[in-house]
């Protein structure tokens, strides 16, 4: 059974700062993996998407990677803006989607 | 039409009730999923829909069911709402697999 794991659960960082938000799974046998963005009460709004064959995927100041062979991947955020806040979501598909829990971030003025 | 449009957006019903969730996905968009997000969790995938056939379900009791149609548009069901059935209910839809999904905005239900 598929388990995908978002760490940290919570960030709270100063704008302008650069981060990591990470993501890993169980099994690696998925055909994508899509990064999502959930602001409070509001439906996912969709960051990024990478495919099983592709390593990384750049969307703005947004870097997304995948390494399938140790179940992980990373969110790059540069230079963090307090608009970002919001909690950010991982999942990964397998016919249908399986997600994290979240990272909820906060970025402070 | 573009993206995917759920309704209502906010809806109460009592305990014991049965309550229908709808959802409109863009043409060419022939697999749709539906999830349930309760406060503080990631979405659990509930069931999904190819082509008006379920191709798949979470672990989730019958009394949890769904339809999809021609026009791309789907319907979520639930009967005998429990209080643990308060949840953000959200629609995804796909026109393939190395596409993705695209989310609706969300229906909250609250059952009281």
């Known amino acids: 059974k598929q388990e995908v794991t978002q760490i940290p659960a919570a960030l709270s960082v100063p704008e302008g700062e650069n981060l990591v938000l990470n993501c890993s799974f169980t099994d690696s046998a998925i055909y994508n993996l899509q990064w999502f963005r959930q602001d409070p009460g509001k439906g996912l709004t969709s960051l990024l998407l990478?495919?099983?064959?592709?390593r990384e995927q750049t969307s703005g100041r947004l870097n997304a990677s995948l390494d399938k062979s140790s179940g992980r991947s990373t969110l790059y955020i540069a230079a963090s803006q307090p608009g970002d806040s919001a909690t950010y979501l991982c999942?990964?598909?397998?016919?249908?989607?399986?997600f994290g829990a979240g990272t909820r971030l906060t970025v402070k003025p | 039409e573009t993206g995917v449009t759920q309704s209502p957006t906010h809806l109460i019903k009592t305990r014991g009730q049965q309550v229908t969730l709808r959802c409109s996905s863009q043409s060419g968009h022939n697999t749709v999923s539906w999830y349930q997000q309760a406060l503080g969790q990631g979405p659990q995938f509930i069931f999904q829909y190819y082509r008006e056939e379920e191709n798949g379900r979470g672990n989730f009791p019958p009394r949890f069911s769904g339809l999809q149609f021609p026009n791309y548009s789907s319907e979520l069901n639930v009967n005998a709402l429990e209080l643990d059935d308060s949840a953000l209910y959200l629609c995804a839809s796909s026109p393939g697999i190395v596409y993705g999904y695209t989310f609706g905005s969300g229906t909250r239900l609250t059952v009281v």
């Open positions: 990478i495919q099983s064959s592709q």
């Open positions: 999942a990964v598909e397998e016919g249908d989607m399986r």
